[in-house]
């Protein structure tokens, strides 16, 4: 079939000629959704299923869209061409409270020309997207499938990812009214608008798309249709860019092991398994299979404990899969994880360390169907001992830790000063379920917040009877909110203080979401211990901060930065 060449369907139905900007009306659902249309434009995008088309010469009005998709995963399109098309009109949205996106549903097509007139894009500025949320998802919508550009000298917040996503910080040097900019460039919201939208892009050509680090700046224009996928807004650029890019290295902690404290590090271990799975035996083939030794993540991850780290007292782990990984059996054992990350932390630095867990009830914990995922400690038994009896899990039997992981609470004595801390390792119900800010109802809102303030609240009891008893205690791991959230205002409104607080507000962040630092990582302590200057928190940066290459898997061992707090007696 040539570029000219027409595509058509056994159809009796005469379809409804219509201009592209009638089709899209001035809301978020079509007027003319379920019936068959013909309509014109410029092709100016070309994705793997389909390609994006735009009236040529007509000005945008600022309310609504000049350019839809259309979905045709039978029919290629040329760039730059002027196309007629006819299709079904859909409105089309990925789950029931997803914002719909009109379409095309690719019926037959011919080419005008294969060289249409020239489409002029919209420019994104940091003056035009300066809206709340309401109102940015109003001019977003009218903007989907146009043409869109954004000018150079912009800055990376957000690392490169496997699927070619990159996101910026618009007038990069004048963001400091809407959050503040870290070291390496990074962008840290406003407590009050951590659910900001920040302008990205997507490369269709991997080969177009390379590998960068946050600060990495932007050194030629960006041009192509505005898309909406997985709950938010991209350009799709079929074109390679320009860039300078920003080198960062793993920052090495300033705290070590020393007689009379504890260093105690914590670390995401990302659904860490020593095993390949069968793909008989797991639920989903597609993502339930790796090779998390082969990958070279059981060596990653030895390095941070070793080299970042400073091989601290203890290792409070999160993500630990069973031995089996994602296989559905009856497996729940994880020694075989343990052992290896043992043995290779051993490897590098001569400590072996001695490892401890509350096994989960088969498939209890949610996470990855059969990775029977749970917390659990490493802790170097030159330096501290485990006390036995203190070994427990919290939660269950209660509703808001049904599916969920359990904390884990140990106790143990430093060898010098015979001294006691427990340890609290939680990780808490994710935000994963958490509404897009353009979703059609409750937009932004976090279902599982209320689950995570109940099970803040089971731990602070947990907290509040070790301090009653004259025990220091460090809650740890994952919380899955920030510092400003009812999550952690409920863990401090005892007697606990969270270290974070003790950082420079520009060193606060662990985790990146779609270009938003943010902490997620947290160390709560007795208020009067960190009162008496005996308590000491840094957060490790760079695993973060780093991108990796489009199309590959990922090598990086956790999605966090790496924790350690140093609590003196």
């Known amino acids: 079939m040539t570029s000219t060449d027409v595509l058509k369907k056994e159809s009796n139905i005469s379809p409804r000629n219509l201009s592209i900007r009638e089709l899209q009306g001035d809301g978020m659902l079509s007027a003319y959704s379920g019936q068959l249309v013909t309509t014109s434009g410029v092709v100016t995008g070309v994705l793997r299923r389909g390609f994006f088309i735009q009236m040529p010469n007509v000005e945008w009005d600022g309310v609504g869209s000049n350019a839809i998709y259309v979905y045709s995963p039978d029919w290629q399109a040329t760039k730059g061409a002027e196309v007629v098309v006819v299709g079904d009109c859909v409105d089309y949205r990925k789950d029931d409270n997803a914002k719909p996106v009109t379409q095309l549903h690719f019926d037959s097509a011919k080419v005008k020309q294969t060289d249409g007139p020239e489409i002029a894009p919209i420019f994104l500025t940091r003056e035009l997207l300066n809206k709340n949320y309401g109102d940015l998802a109003i001019l977003l919508n009218s903007l989907e499938g146009m043409l869109l550009a954004i000018e150079p000298d912009q800055t990376f917040v957000a690392p490169s990812n496997r699927y070619g996503d990159y996101v910026l910080a618009l007038d990069a040097d004048e963001m400091d009214d809407s959050g503040l900019r870290t070291h390496y460039g990074g962008f840290i919201p406003q407590a009050d608008d951590e659910l900001r939208w920040l302008p990205g892009f997507r490369v269709t050509n991997y080969n177009h798309a390379p590998r960068l ?308 990582m947290h160390g709560i302590v007795p208020e009067s211990l960190l009162a008496q200057g005996r308590a000491e928190y840094e957060i490790i940066h760079g695993n973060e901060l780093l991108g990796m290459t489009p199309s590959e898997d990922s090598d990086k061992p956790s999605d966090h930065a790496y924790v350690i707090a140093k609590i003196r007696f």
């Open 213 to 520: 680090n946050i600060g990495s700046k932007l050194k030629s224009r960006i041009v192509g249709p505005l898309n909406y996928r997985v709950g938010s807004y991209q350009i799709s650029v079929g074109e390679p860019f320009a860039v300078e890019e920003n080198f960062i290295s793993l920052e090495k902690s300033s705290l070590s092991p020393s007689a009379d404290s504890i260093t105690i590090m914590t670390l995401n271990c990302f659904n860490l398994d020593p095993h390949i799975e069968s793909e008989l035996k797991v639920s989903n083939p597609r993502q339930d299979i790796d090779d998390d030794w082969g990958d070279g993540r059981f060596h990653t991850l030895a390095q941070a404990v070793v080299l970042y780290a400073n091989t601290p007292d203890i290792v409070a782990l999160q993500e630990i899969q069973d031995s089996d990984g994602a296989e559905l059996t009856d497996v729940v054992d994880a020694s075989a994880t343990y052992d290896l990350l043992i043995q290779t932390i051993k490897e590098l630095s001569g400590v072996e360390y001695s490892w401890v867990d509350v096994p989960p009830e088969l498939n209890a914990d949610g996470g990855q169907p059969g990775g029977n995922i749970r917390n659990a400690y490493l802790y170097n038994p030159q330096r501290v001992s485990l006390v036995a009896e203190s070994v427990r899990s919290l939660g269950r039997g209660v509703e808001c830790f049904d599916d969920s992981r359990k904390p884990l609470v140990c106790e143990f004595l430093e060898r010098s000063s015979n001294k006691r801390l427990a340890v609290i390792n939680v990780h808490l119900a994710s935000k994963r379920h958490q509404e897009s800010i353009f979703a059609m109802s409750n937009p932004g809102v976090d279902a599982k917040l209320p689950v995570r303030v109940a099970q803040a609240e089971v731990v602070k009891k947990e907290a509040e009877t070790l301090y009653e008893k004259g025990v220091d205690y460090y809650i740890t791991g994952d919380f899955n909110d920030t510092e400003h959230s009812e999550t952690l205002k409920m863990l401090t409104s005892g007697s606990g203080a969270n270290l974070v607080l003790s950082l420079d507000p520009n060193q606060r962040y662990d985790y990146n979401h779609r270009g938003k630092l943010q902490v997620l």
